[in-house]
């Protein structure tokens, strides 16, 4: 199967992106990478949090009891499962978090935010929420903020159900 589909992929000319498309795709990568650097700077320089730990936290912090299992954290913020388990175990030395064999599945691990992990969150979010509004949201009108949420929720619904070619 993966044969055919790499022969049907090399028979098929590429579908060039036109000028238009091209502008959006690297203007979205851009303004991506600007983002993620401009609001992770602070939070490692002030809070000593990288911009995954930041991430990590917020993930488990939206649940009420802080807890997922590793797959489901994986799924949640889109890494492989070996990225999540390496970044938890850094983590984990810092007391960020902790892991947890599951009781009725030993296969299954959970992760679960530390009361330290809650408390450099707490500290650093109302930092990373004012950059977000201020390198991002201010610049945008309430119409627009929710054509982008409609978008990027279509985007990663597709990107979630569409397998990855080999």
Known sequence: MHQLIEDDMTHESPRWLNSTEEQAWR????????????????????FGLSAADYTVLAELTRIPDGRLRVLELAKVLGWEKSRVSHHMARMSKRGLVERE????????????????????IEEAAPRHVEDVRRLFLDHLTAGQIAF?????EGLVDNLTRTPELP
Do not use: H, K, M, W
Not at 101 to 120: E, F, I, N, Q
Not at 148 to 152: D, R, S, V, W
């Open 27 to 46: 203007g979205l990568l851009r303004a991506f990478e600007q983002l993620v650097t401009r609001t992770g700077r602070p939070i490692q320089s002030e």
């Open 101 to 120: 064999v599951c009781s009725y599945d030993r296969r299954g691990v959970y992760v679960s935010v530390t009361p330290l992990g809650r408390a450099a």
């Open 148 to 152: 982008l949420a409609e978008i990027t």
